[in-house]
């Protein structure tokens, strides 16, 4: 149910299929002060404002200096992009729900652009891909628990 998709240490991606409503996982995925809840290489995040296009904060990573992102698309209930910039390039996050099968099907699609996106990849990439599984878990399990607690 779950697997990695694209194999370079610049662009891949990650599924994970989920027993949840779509609003859960929606809610869940834009509540960014909440993401290192579930996101084990964050220690605090951000936004100013709400949850939209255009929409600006401040990730804190375990490791690493305090980095900014903004929002650049989104498709309220489905689907957004947010891109943090680098040294000649950006790093570029997109994030989709697509309900399957009685599942919400969470993808987390991770790329590097830019001419250092190569280095980005093997420097930062690398760790981001092989802690991914375990970061879309945690996910599953908040958004279960609280599918299971809305039920009851």
Known sequence: MSKIRKQTNYHF??????????????????????????DTELKKAHLIG????????TLIPKSGPKLTFQITKVNPGKSYTFETKLPI???????????KDGFIHFTDDIQFIGIFKRLFGFI???????VLPE????FKNLVESKNTNDRT
């Open 89 to 99: 390039g950006k790093l570029l996050i997109f994030r989709k729900l697509v309900e």
């Open 13 to 38: 991606q990650y599924s994970i299929g989920i027993d949840c409503t779509q609003d859960n996982a929606w809610q869940l995925l834009t509540e960014v002060k909440d993401w290192p809840k579930w």
């Open 124 to 130: 930062l990439g690398k760790g981001f891909k092989s």
């Open 50 to 57: 709400d949850f939209k296009q255009g929409a600006k904060g």
């Open 135 to 138: 970061v879309m878990q945690n």
